[in-house]
């Protein structure tokens, strides 16, 4: 069984004139050397861009090849997560040139986020990740319990008091 990946961290950072971005230490020492310095960038929800180390990549991939294509809903959500996916390489100075047409996709001009968590890398133009988070729920403790409220208890620190 392959070790989950956990990635984690909020990186500013800035495009350079050719539309790169530097993967930060604190961000690249998580990546799995699985990945080989490959990754596949992708359109997300919210109007984000989504980069994953290409061994997560082909984890989901092979999720989404397996959908029953001949259901029309299957057919249009593989169409959407695959539009406009990217192979990037890290280059010698850790640097991935992002697509313009996802650049567009996404607002981001100049300033950037990586909102690191689970198996993905977020990227967020700055002010409109802000604006999100800014304008996160009302009640985040309602959120919470409505999400993680249902879980199942697995874990056997649950029985300590």
């Avoid at 490959?38 to 984000?48: A, D, K, L, S, T």
């Avoid at 309602?142 to 649950?158: N, P, T």
Wanted: charged share 30%.
């Amino acid at each position: 069984m392959a070790p989950i990946t956990n990635l984690i961290g909020e990186f500013e950072c800035r495009l350079d004139e050719k539309s790169r971005v530097i993967l930060q230490s604190g961000l690249k020492k998580q990546i799995s050397p699985e990945a080989q310095d490959r990754f596949v960038i992708n359109r997300g929800f919210e109007n984000c861009l989504v980069l994953y180390p290409m061994n997560e990549w082909k984890g989901i991939s092979e999720d989404i090849n397996h959908l029953n294509l001949y259901n029309r809903k299957n057919r249009d959500f593989a169409r959407n997560f695959y539009r406009g996916a990217t192979e990037l390489t890290l280059d010698n100075a850790s640097r991935l040139l992002l697509p313009k047409s996802l650049l567009s996709y996404a607002g981001i001009v100049r300033d950037v986020v990586l909102f690191a968590y689970s198996n993905r890398i977020e990227v967020w133009a700055r002010d409109r990740y802000e604006k999100l988070m800014t304008e996160g729920p009302e009640d985040f403790a309602l959120l919470a319990e409505e999400v993680m409220g249902k879980q199942d208890k697995k874990d056997s620190r649950d029985d300590v008091p």
